[in-house]
């Protein structure tokens, strides 16, 4: 049973519910993964698409350029920039393609990572070091996690005199843990390091205010923890480094014949004939956060999380991954070791209609957790029940 402090919190996240098209048939703890878009945003969404159709030459060739600046401002006063230092792109993996192909690397340079990153966006990094002669490190971050200073210090440990660029998760998708990436990015800028920042998970989830941050680049999914339609993402670039990027699609923006205000702008966002309603649906989908006092929601997310986390932990006796300060609404959680995953993952869901992420990870078995605004008691408790009943059969 949940604690009445918990119990409480947990009760505001019960009635959101039925603003998700979530089938009720599912118990749906994997928010992390796609995201899922509330009813209202998805209307405003379809709204865009119809306006595209009714006219697509006045749409794309008159008015496309204002709506998605006006979009862009409001998605920029959320995130704490100015309105020249985004661009919208269709998901995190495209804006950093954009910056990870423009910087100049080659044989003697290095950029280090953590060994807690993205899949994708480790092969696009392989990719390119195969190609160009520098060399791709992902520096190893031991569990479980401790004070933000020891991870500062573990992680620089890794900087050489040929660290060109320090590539890093701001929550990681594996472990869904949040690092201290602020303090990396201080001591990197002091260093003359570049910093790029996998923002995957942030937006939605933790607070952002990215001029204080000070990434020199910062992608970000829009579709997961801000529940914007599917293919809403972003680049941030610092104005001082902006220059330092080039097209991934060379199209209408490149030698504009129109130049806005901005040539970041101009060169990475308009790539001609695409559905751009998922970028204009973003404001909604603030605005629906707002209006249901998303701060609250997600410590009401936070408390059921933790909770969760520590009975599965009980049920497991394995330790934590680290406390609860160092995740906000995803978490990990260790499995033993002699789990079949894949063999787990398909039995919840075939047999317990429990939709969980189960991943192995540096020899680890994992189970990632994700508590939205549409999830309830009920729904972590069938996962706990569930995983009780398989691990003891196994």
Known sequence: MLPPKTEQRASIILNLKRHFLINPDITFLNHGSFGATPRAVLRVYQRWQRELERQPVEFLGRRALGLLAEARAALADYLGTQTENIVYTANVTVALNIVARSLQLGPGGEVLASDHEYGALDRTWRFLARRRGFR?????????????????EQFWQGVTARTRVIFLSHITSPTALIFPVKEIIRRARAAGILTVID???APGQIPLRLDELGADFYGGNLHKWLCAPKGAGFLYARREAQPLLQPLVVSWGYESEHPGPSQFIDHHEWWGTRDISAFLSVPAAIEFQRQHDWPRVRAACHALLRETVAAINELTGLPPLADDTWYAQMAAVRLPDDVNTTALKTRLYDEHRVEVPLLEWNGQKLLRISVQGYNSRRDVQRLQRALARRLAAA
């Open 136 to 152: 791709y490190i992902n520096h190893p971050i031991p569990l479980p996690l401790t004070t933000p200073h020891a991870f500062v």
């Open 199 to 201: 923002g995957a998970h």
